[in-house]
Nanobody
Framework: QVQLVESGGGLVQAGGSLRLSCAPS????????MGWFHQTPGKEREFVAA????????YYTDSAKGRFTISRDNAKNTVYLQMDSLKPEGTAVYYC???????????????WGQGTQVTVSS
């Protein structure tokens, strides 16, 4: 069974940092674009960032640009999201996902993790 397992969420004060990790199991995702989405109760899952399989291209939502950095280590089959200067509105469940086609539309992503909670206190 293919799984994406996120870790690194938690509680942090506004202005602080967290690093999320996503370690797929069950198969390799080396040829997949990997990404992160977040979701708050009652809202759609929203795109945050993505990185192509080679790491040569990265994509960010406007709110993440300059504060978040997505990276991947294909040797470890792991993708990371470094989140700096966190804001209270960043409180959400963060999901790791994999796709063969880069898109900000959640429904076009093929594999998902269970999510990790990030809470930013003011």
């Amino acid at each position: 069974q293919v799984q994406l397992v996120e870790s690194g969420g938690g509680l942090v004060q506004a202005g602080g940092s967290l690093r999320l990790s996503c370690a797929p199991s069950g198969r390799t995702f080396r040829r997949y674009t990997m990404g992160w989405f977040h979701q708050t109760p009652g809202k759609e899952r929203e795109f945050v960032a993505a990185i192509t399989w080679s790491g040569g291209s990265t994509y960010y939502t406007d709110s993440a640009k300059g504060r978040f950095t997505i990276s991947r280590d294909n040797a470890k089959n792991t993708v990371y999201l470094q989140m700096d200067s966190l804001k209270p509105e960043g409180t959400a469940v963060y999901y790791c996902a994999a796709t063969m086609v880069v898109s900000a539309t959640a429904s076009l992503w093929d594999y998902w993790g269970q999510g990790t909670q990030v809470t930013v206190s003011s």
